[in-house]
C-alpha cells in the first residue's frame, strides 16, 4: 500500500455548512424519502469523507503526465494536499443529488475536465489549488479503478437499474471510501478540532489517506469476485468532478497477476457482496485508444477514463 502517494488532510471546517434557510433545508432534505418510496432502488446511509479541496505542495511544474505522475508518487513526497471533511449518503442523495442542486451553487467555479495529480492543465502547466465549491453540497469522496489484467485488459461492469445513480451504464468498478473502515465519524472530528489534539487529527488524516487506496481493493472485492491477494497496490492517478451536480471521484489503477479470462471466471461465480449492483461484465483494452472504445461512460467516469488514458500514455501503451 502507498499512502505517500497522498497527503490528507481531515478537519471538521472542511465538512459541509448547514443550508441556512429553513424552508429549503426542509425541501432538500425530504428528497431522502422520496427516494426510498421509488421501487427496485437500493439506498444505504452511512458516512463518507467529504472533499473540500486540493492544494500544491510543490511549486514545481512539470512538462507531461508522466513526469508528473512520477514526481506525485515519489515516496514520502506527495505533490498535493487533499483536504476532507466528513459527510453521508443521505447528505449527498439531498444536495449533490437533488434534482435542483443547482440553487445551492454558491460559487460559478465549473470543473469540465478532471483534475490531473499534481494540478496540472491539458498542457500540463501547474494549477492553482482547486476548491471544489459549494459549502451546502456533500461532495462525498467516491472511488473507481481500472483493474488492469495481465493481457492488458481492464473490466468494465454494466450497472444495474437497482442501484442509486448512474443506472444501466457502463462504469469502472468502485464505490466510496468507507471513515467506519477508519474509526472516524462526525463528533470525533468535532471533538479532535475542538479540543486542539493535532497529533490525533494527523493519525486520522494518515489513515483516511489509507482508506482512499485500499478501498479500491475492497470495492473490486465486492463488485468482481476478485481475491485482494491477486492485486497489487492501487496507484492514485487522479480526481474527476461531474459538471452536472459536482459530484467528485477518485480514480486509481490496480494491477493484477490475472487474465482477463480468469477475472471473469471470477465474476460469474456471483459470489461476492454486491452482485446485484451490475447486470454483466466486459473488458476494455488499457491503452491509448479507450476514449474511442464504443462504451458509453456516464460524465464523471468520462473524465476517469480521460486519466486512465494519460497513464496508458505515459506507459507507451498503443491502441494496435
Not at 500540463?124 to 459549494?134: F, K, T, W, Y
Not at 459536482?246 to 490496480?254: E, M
Request: charged letters at 30%; aromatic letters at 10%; one cysteine or more.
Amino acid at each position: 500500500r502507498k499512502a505517500h502517494q497522498l497527503s490528507v488532510k481531515l478537519s471538521s471546517r472542511f465538512c459541509a455548512e448547514t443550508i441556512s434557510d429553513e424552508e429549503a433545508r426542509k425541501k432538500f432534505y425530504s428528497w431522502w424519502d422520496e427516494r426510498l418510496k421509488e421501487p427496485n432502488v437500493t439506498l444505504f446511509d452511512g458516512t463518507k469523507f467529504r472533499i473540500h479541496s486540493v492544494l500544491p505542495l510543490s511549486a514545481t511544474a512539470c512538462e507531461d503526465f508522466e513526469s508528473a505522475r512520477a514526481q506525485h508518487q515519489t515516496e514520502g513526497n506527495p505533490k498535493v494536499e487533499i483536504r476532507l471533511g466528513l459527510t453521508s449518503y443521505r447528505e449527498f442523495i439531498c444536495t449533490n443529488g437533488h434534482p435542483d442542486w443547482k440553487q445551492l451553487m454558491t460559487s460559478n467555479i465549473e470543473l469540465d475536465r478532471p483534475l490531473y495529480l499534481p494540478l496540472l492543465d491539458d498542457g500540463g502547466q501547474q494549477r492553482n489549488s482547486v476548491e471544489i465549491g459549494g459549502k451546502y453540497f456533500a461532495h462525498p469522496v467516491g472511488v473507481s479503478a481500472a483493474l488492469v489484467t495481465n493481457d492488458r485488459m481492464a473490466p468494465l461492469i454494466l450497472r444495474s437499474g437497482s442501484v442509486a445513480e448512474i443506472k444501466n451504464c457502463w462504469a469502472w468498478p468502485g464505490g466510496h471510501a468507507e471513515p467506519s473502515h477508519i474509526g472516524i465519524d462526525k463528533s470525533i472530528l468535532r471533538q479532535l478540532d475542538e479540543s486542539g489534539d493535532v497529533q490525533g487529527l494527523e493519525d486520522f488524516s494518515q489513515k483516511a489517506a489509507m482508506e482512499l487506496l485500499d478501498s479500491n481493493l475492497d470495492e473490486i472485492t465486492d463488485e468482481l469476485g476478485v481475491p485482494r491477494e491477486r492485486m497489487g497496490s492501487p496507484e492514485f492517478v487522479g480526481i474527476s468532478v461531474r459538471i452536472e451536480n459536482r459530484r467528485p471521484t477518485f480514480f486509481s489503477v490496480v494491477h493484477t497477476t490475472l487474465s482477463s479470462e480468469e477475472v471473469l471466471r471470477y465474476y460469474n461465480r456471483g459470489d461476492f457482496a454486491e452482485k446485484y449492483e451490475s447486470k454483466k461484465l466486459a473488458f476494455i483494452p488499457f491503452d491509448d485508444g479507450m476514449m474511442e472504445a464504443g462504451f458509453d461512460f456516464p460524465p464523471c467516469h468520462l473524465g476517469g477514463t480521460d486519466l486512465f488514458v494519460r497513464y496508458a500514455k505515459a506507459k507507451g501503451w498503443r491502441k494496435e
